[in-house]
């Protein structure tokens, strides 16, 4: 079927894999109405009834990542998956409870145990604890007055995500502890493996010798290994998806640049450097250890509107035309990157400008999708595809709230010579979208 499918010009089904963090910010409407309830009966303290609507609402039948139970009129058990954690808990007339395993350990040092403390003081809702089996676990209890389900949301969402995000750190830094994985972790098949660690290798090495080979016009112009390193870090984050240390790395890279204002930009790069050099240390086996797929219930990313889109790369490609006149011009590319990298990673934007930016990521990171079984979108002469792109667009635009903008008028914007100005134009036709009138 493949070859006469090729033979009449069409293409092959690609593929289906999944890109990014996981994000719970759009959620459906029947979903929201249980909210509504949970609130109503939490006001009218029928706390029971508040908590099963409060997990209804938690629920993604398709993820399956939360089940509930009631064993008796006045005691629920539940189990909420987020990433390798399974959390466990149940609620009865004395309130809500809940507990997630993060390590095995027959003791702590004091320096596992000074780690552990400071992390407590950070932590709001929920608290490190050993249980009766010496199991190092995360706790979280309320009574029910107290227990709102905005609480109940927001206590459990920060004991979810730091025990699935904390999990495995704690035990790659302390030799006590020992993991224990209770969620629901699907592994990676072999092929999907070796693409996955040759382009983590790759994109490391590519950065990392760009850097050790950087010259006076990177000194002179730092901000262009910036957006070289940052996207790299960033891309990885959102192609991969790592757990564990190197998720960690990345978000410390991410925090270097955008909230330590005491450093030069070449200090800062310096520091991100650095970051990276320990990131790519990582053996082969440790860093597969950390790619696989899972079950989520919260997301890390950030809700945003389309303005957020169009202020980072306003922000940013005010810098294009100059790099690509300059002797720096063969990294041009890496500012559309940067600007398309950095709001997948960082930010939950609304559904058409994801899978816009997704395009857009697919161009730019050509040869690790067509590894992975994906119609290339660049042609040999590293002139975009027009043709490629135009149905992929048209798909898009028509499952939107833009379905009056023809597939034609946004490729009329676009620059298809190379995947840099390709990438200019196109962020910049995304920018242009009006979300009020939903035309272009």
Not at 318 to 335: G, M, N, R, T
Request: hydrophobic share 40%; proline share 3%; with cysteine.
């Amino acid at each position: 079927m493949k070859f006469f499918r090729n033979l009449l010009g069409q293409e092959a089904a690609e593929p289906c894999y999944a890109f990014g963090r996981f994000s719970d910010v759009y959620q459906a409407e029947e979903r929201l109405i249980h909210w509504e309830r949970a609130i109503e009966a939490h006001d009218k303290k029928i706390y029971l009834s508040s908590i099963k609507h409060f997990l209804t609402y938690l629920t993604d039948e398709h993820e399956g990542n939360v089940s509930f139970e009631e064993p008796s009129h006045d005691k629920l058990r539940f189990k909420v998956y987020q990433g390798s954690k399974c959390i466990e808990g149940f609620a009865n007339q004395d309130g809500f409870f809940a507990e997630a395993v993060i390590a095995r350990c027959e003791s702590l040092s004091l320096g596992a145990m000074r780690t552990l403390l400071e992390e407590n003081y950070e932590l709001r809702y929920s608290a490190y604890a050993l249980d009766s089996d010496n199991k190092l676990t995360m706790v979280m209890h309320t009574d029910h007055q107290d227990g709102s389900p905005y609480k109940l949301y927001y206590g459990l969402k920060e004991l979810a995500t730091q025990a699935d995000k904390r999990d495995d750190v704690l035990v790659n830094t302390f030799a006590e502890l020992s993991p224990v994985f209770n969620g629901n972790i699907q592994h990676l098949g072999e092929r999907e493996k070796r693409i996955k660690l040759n382009y983590f290798r790759n994109s490391m090495s590519r950065a990392l010798d760009i850097y050790r080979q950087a010259g006076v016009s990177f000194e002179k112009y730092p901000g262009m290994l910036s957006y070289i390193m940052l996207s790299t870090a960033f891309m990885i984050d959102y192609l991969l998806k790592p757990e564990g240390k190197t998720m960690d790395h990345i978000e410390k890279i991410f925090a270097t640049f955008f909230h330590i204002n005491t450093l030069t930009p070449q200090r800062k790069n310096a520091a991100i450097y650095h970051e990276l050099m320990a990131m790519s240390d990582v053996t082969d086996d440790a860093l597969l250890e950390e790619l696989y797929d899972t079950k989520h219930t919260f997301g890390r990313l950030e809700a945003a509107a389309h303005i957020k889109l169009q202020e980072v790369a306003e922000q940013e490609l005010v810098h294009f035309d100059w790099y690509v006149q300059s002797d720096l011009s063969q990294y041009a590319e890496y500012i559309p990157r940067y600007v398309c990298s950095l709001l997948l990673f960082g930010y939950a934007l609304p559904i058409t400008d994801h899978r816009l930016l997704q395009i857009l990521a697919r161009v730019q990171e050509n040869d690790f999708f067509t590894s992975l079984g994906y119609n290339s979108l660049v042609k040999h002469d590293g002139m975009v595809d027009e043709k490629k792109i135009m149905p992929l667009l048209e798909k898009i635009l028509k499952a939107s709230p833009f379905q009056k903008v023809a597939p034609k008028q946004f490729s009329h914007l676009l620059d298809y010579r190379d995947k840099a100005h390709f990438g200019d134009s196109y962020l910049r036709a995304v920018s242009k979208l009006d979300y009020k009138n939903f035309t272009l």
